[in-house]
């Protein structure tokens, strides 16, 4: 039994490499179409304020809205074949990328479950690749619903990758039994509401820091004299700041009441493994910590209309909170959270 645990979990190894490597196509993908793309085909204020019907702008892009949703669906036209452009096709194959690799990666961890005969998220190794899978199918989520965004895909997997390298490297843990600690099925519960919880925060940070480079952008560009840099350009082909700040806003609202509930979980677990629900243990503090932080978010946006660039901050810091968490916590301080560090 060991020997084919063993091959499967070299069989894991390969098939999470491979999604890396996945990855980084679709990014390269999706840097193309937003290097190529017209500009007519962001979706700008003038766009979104523009009546339910088609829409041709300059260049030959098409721009089409036929569903309720807050960025219009895009597709580019090249005006001299009357086909679809090349920065269309490669936003396409990028989505395809996207989800082939999203598959790879979800097979990674299936095959992993299956060589230590339990849910395959005890360690840093594994919950890293399980909140990865999870920024990705979040960021496929929000691109069914918003497809202009797409462009933006290289800016969500590049975290995605590095994370997943860094997991495969640094943080790297080989497959074995779980340690008594960790024999609940309160595991896959906790764990796995947090890993989802963290996973689509990290989408909504990510959109959150362009919505600040473009609030910065539209800020500048209205002063004379402004000559635009790099960040300039990136920023005059982000969607509109109010569409990238609803969107981080959204993807909290979701991620909020599940990491709420991973957090009672965890609490419920801690008093079955060690006889208290609660010991402020260095990783529980900080979990309350980045609890707080989200809460405050959510609630001063709900009731006093907190928005702009103070809320961004405030949500950047939330994701802050997590990665020190995850990072420092886990590796330097030593808790009865400890097992999830590195072997």
């Not at 598959?103 to 961890?109: E, F, Q």
């Not at 963290?198 to 952008?217: I, P």
Request: glycine share 10%.
């Amino acid at each position: 039994m060991a020997g084919i645990n063993g091959s499967m979990a070299h069989l894991s190894d390969s098939i999470f490499t491979t999604s890396i490597a996945v990855y980084a196509l679709a990014m390269v993908a999706y840097t193309a179409e937003y290097a190529f793309g017209r500009r007519g085909r962001i979706a700008d204020t003038a766009v979104l304020a523009a009546p339910a019907r088609e829409l041709v702008g300059a260049g030959g892009t098409v721009l089409t809205k036929d569903t309720p949703s807050d960025i219009p669906s895009v597709v580019e036209i090249d005006p001299t074949t009357g086909k679809r452009s090349f920065a269309d096709r490669a936003g396409w194959l990028a989505v395809a990328l996207t989800v082939f690799g999203a598959l790879l990666h979800t097979g990674s961890i299936a095959v992993r479950a299956i060589a230590v005969d339990a849910v395959p998220w005890s360690n840093m190794y594994e919950f890293a690749s399980v909140a990865g899978l999870v920024g990705v199918v979040a960021f496929l989520g929000v691109l069914w619903k918003a497809p202009s965004i797409r462009h933006l895909g290289s800016f969500i997997l590049l975290p995605v990758v590095l994370m997943m390298f860094l997991a495969g490297t640094v943080l790297y843990s080989k497959a074995q039994p779980l340690v008594p600690a960790l024999q609940s099925y309160w595991l896959a519960i906790h764990v796995t509401l947090v890993s989802i919880a963290e996973g689509a925060l990290m989408t909504s940070a990510v959109l959150t820091a362009l919505y600040l480079v473009k609030v910065r952008h539209d800020r500048l560009s209205g002063k004379p004299g402004y000559v635009p840099g790099r960040v300039g350009t990136l920023a005059s082909r982000l969607p509109a700041a109010d569409v990238l700040d609803k969107t981080a806003y959204r993807i909290v609202a979701f991620a909020f009441p599940l990491y709420t509930v991973a957090i009672i979980c965890g609490s419920i677990w801690a008093e079955a493994a060690w006889g208290r629900y609660w010991g402020w243990d260095p990783k529980e503090t900080w979990a309350f910590i980045v609890w707080v932080i989200y809460a405050c978010y959510l609630h001063a946006r709900a009731t006093a209309g907190f928005k702009g660039k103070g809320a961004a901050w405030v949500n950047l810091a939330g994701f802050g909170a997590i990665t020190f968490n995850f990072l420092v916590v886990n590796i330097v301080v030593s808790g009865l959270h400890s097992y999830a560090g590195l072997s």
